[in-house]
Each structure stands twice: as structure tokens, then as C-alpha cells.
Nanobody
Framework: VQLQASGGGLGQPGGSLSLSCVAS????????MGWYRQAPGKQRELVAL???????RYADSVKGRFTISRENAKNTVWLQMDSLRPEDTATYYC?????????????????WGPGTLVTVSS
């Protein structure tokens, strides 16, 4: 199983960026998928999560500015980031809590993508 993220980069304050993440491998079901972020010198923190049933949780700091969405059939999650602020600068990590097929049978585990940098600066 792998998580591959794309997007991010440099954005201006008040601007927009987007991220996407695709999970691949012998996946049976992804119960939870979303994004965390880690700014320099800080702990990793939740940004947004969405269940396979469509329930969403946002960090208070991004509510009303960021929008998470997913397509279960494509094992893909997106994060639309609007009204960017300098404090949104961080490495963003895709996360998935999923069930997959292994030689031992059905297994459940959590996976992290490799991280993608988002920098908000004028």
C-alpha cells in the first residue's frame, strides 16, 4: 500500500492551493482519509479528515477556508485550501486508515504519505 500526494508549492496570502492524494495497492476499504501538517519546530497536527461515509472533521484553524473531499471508488482525497495564511506554511501529510489484502489475509493499518510542502508567502 502506498499514498502518493501531489500539489502544494508556493501560494500567496489570501490565495489558493490544492492537494490530492491517491492510495494504491491491495486496498479493500479506506475508513478514514485526510491530511495532517507539521510546521517547522511544531508537532504534527490534524488539518482535515473524512470518513468513507462522508463525515468530515476540520481543525478549527482551517474551518471555512479549507475543503476536504474524497472519491471512494478512486481511493483519492483532495484538500482545497483557500484564503491562505502564512501560518498555513507546513509540510502536509496524507493519511489513511485502511483495510488491505495481505498474504496473511485482511489486515488493517494506518499509512502516511511522504509529505508535500506548502509555503504561503508574499
Amino acid at each position: 500500500v502506498q499514498l502518493q500526494a501531489s500539489g502544494g508549492g508556493l501560494g500567496q496570502p489570501g490565495g489558493s492551493l490544492s492537494l490530492s492524494c491517491v492510495a494504491s495497492g491491495s486496498i479493500i476499504n479506506i475508513a478514514l482519509m485526510g491530511w495532517y501538517r507539521q510546521a517547522p519546530g511544531k508537532q504534527r497536527e490534524l488539518v482535515a479528515l473524512v470518513t468513507n461515509g462522508g463525515r468530515i472533521r476540520y481543525a478549527d484553524s482551517v474551518k471555512g477556508r479549507f475543503t476536504i473531499s474524497r472519491e471512494n471508488a478512486k481511493n483519492t482525497v483532495w484538500l482545497q485550501m483557500d484564503s491562505l495564511r502564512p501560518e498555513d506554511t507546513a509540510t502536509y501529510y496524507c493519511y489513511a486508515d485502511l483495510v488491505y489484502r495481505s498474504p496473511s489475509g485482511r489486515m488493517e493499518s494506518s499509512y502516511w504519505g511522504p509529505g508535500t510542502l506548502v509555503t504561503v508567502s508574499s
